[in-house]
């Protein structure tokens, strides 16, 4: 079969590359953020808009990235995200304003690199059965391999062409998420895959509309457009799976956990290089900190990935996932004590511990709680989520910063958002798993009496002091 060997290994480095590529891309914004903020003289909070959207709509294209997967296949929406990507940021080069840097590099990147992102990790689903934990937590290095280059082939740029030109060459090099997508050839599983474009005729509502078009946009019968309606709820509820969210209590906790977590899990990322540039440290040392978080995360996300593997964590990752969170949160304290740069230097390393753990298990649980036939469009709702707070969380610190003039606000923030999702979620799933185990055990001995009546009820009266063997039980 096609799954778990032979090119799907080449579909998992395609993805390692494409994570580094997007998701690694918003860590070597805060490189750059000194320099966006005196050109167009604009404050942190207008500053902070412009990762904020980039990340935004990372996250929030998932739906829109559902619905060109099911129909055009994972190789074409890469492709597409790639193009997307490297045109919205050759243009960001030419941006005379910050407004028009929200819609190039911000809003068009930002759909671009969602498209490349989400299609590569939905492809790892059908490719990768047995090794999927494995696969998940090896793509997710990519990430890490991001963190790790982008802030310091950033710098380097920087300080030798200034942002515009650096912007330019960036262009270039997200325009190699075509390359990635180019990698991913359609297969065919025994199952229906999302790798595979789906057909014209299962559109949905395709037949109503059709009709309507023949006749010059009139409806023949009076109930097409009640159909039509209803056609179009059918298609969204399917691809931003409400119905799961409200079905599924195991889906709808971690999707509140995580959007109210994502309120200041970006804060650091962002913050962090200004903040260690307004504290005294040179700007190469501060863009340094961005990538030893980076190069921990290559090793630690792997480990974490086959830790989360063994049989003794199955059904357990989100508790995983939340000492993760729980940690994250409570490292940043570290640098609100001092602002010495080994100081520092230690907060990224207790930081990108617990980083690798988030970022190995985000879509892992994900995967946990929601059915294979579902996941696609669970993920859509989940991502367009978390980017409403993802989206609101940076400029809303800065705002508060620019006030108080105190950069500790963004950690003490941040730490806040992180520790009560962390344990929300956590005594959630327990108080979950819990009831499911009582209502499994007042159901056994309901199910076994209920068992037991019915067949005195149904056997015949002139056999009742038979031998067991000759009793026949009809069920009713």
């Known amino acids: 079969r096609a799954q778990d060997r032979g090119w799907a290994w080449m579909v998992l480095l395609a993805v390692v590359l494409l994570q580094g590529l997007t998701l690694g891309f918003p860590s070597c914004i805060g490189v750059f953020f000194t320099d966006l903020q005196r050109d167009f003289h604009a404050t942190n909070s207008e500053t902070s808009w412009f990762p904020s959207i980039l990340v935004a709509v990372l996250h929030a294209g998932g739906p829109l990235c559902s619905l060109l997967v099911k129909r055009f296949g994972c190789r074409f929406a890469v492709m597409l995200g790639g193009l997307l990507s490297g045109v919205g940021m ?41 090794w999927q934990a494995l696969a998940n937590a090896m793509a997710s290095t990519g990430v890490s391999l991001g963190l790790t280059l982008w802030p310091l ?14 912007f330019l060459i960036f262009g270039g090099i997200l325009l190699n998420c075509c390359v990635c997508g180019a990698i991913m050839r359609p297969v065919q599983l025994a199952s229906t895959s999302l790798l595979q474009p789906a057909r014209p005729e299962e559109e949905p509502g395709r037949e109503a509309e059709e009709t309507q ?29 409400f119905d799961v969210f409200c079905q599924n209590k195991g889906y709808q906790i971690y999707t509140i956990g995580v959007t109210w977590m994502m309120l200041g899990f970006a804060l650091p990322h962002i913050y962090l290089v200004p903040y260690a540039i307004h504290s005294g440290v040179e700007e190469h040392m501060a863009a340094l900190l961005i990538s030893v978080i980076g190069f921990i995360n290559i090793f630690i996300r792997p480990l974490t990935g086959l830790l989360s593997g063994l049989s003794f964590f199955t059904g357990r990752r989100i508790y995983l996932f939340c000492l993760a969170a729980l940690l994250c949160g409570l490292s940043n304290f570290i640098c609100i004590i001092s602002t010495k740069f080994s100081v520092l230097i230690l907060y990224c390393v207790i930081l990108s511990i617990a980083i690798s753990g988030i970022g190995a298990l985000l879509f892992q649980v994900l995967m946990d709680v929601v059915e294979m036939d579902k996941f696609s469009s669970a993920l859509g709702l989940f991502t367009i989520l978390e980017s409403i707070t993802l989206l609101i969380g940076p400029p809303l610190t800065g705002f508060l910063v620019d006030i108080t003039r105190n950069f500790h606000y963004v950690f003490y923030t941040s730490s806040f958002f992180v520790i ?22 007042s159901n056994a001995p309901l199910d076994n009496s209920s068992k037991q009546c019915n067949e005195i009820l149904t056997e015949p009266p002139s056999e009742r002091q038979s031998p067991p063997a000759e009793v026949h039980i009809t069920n009713i």
């Open 153 to 166: 082939l950033s710098h380097y740029l920087l300080d030798e062409m200034g942002w515009r030109n650096t």
């Open 213 to 241: 078009l023949a006749n010059g946009g009139s409806s023949p019968h009076p109930n097409v457009q009640p159909a039509r309606r209803t056609a179009r709820f059918q298609m969204l509820k399917k691809y931003l799976a």
């Open 420 to 441: 009560s999702a962390a344990l929300f979620m956590a005594f959630s799933f327990c108080a979950l798993e819990r009831k499911s185990k009582l209502k499994e055990a």
């Open 90 to 130: 050759v243009s960001s080069s030419f941006c005379t304003s910050l407004s028009e840097l929200y819609l190039t590099a911000g809003f068009i990147s930002g759909l671009g690199m969602c498209f490349s992102f989400q299609a590569g990790v939905t492809s790892l689903r059908y490719y990768f059965v047995r």
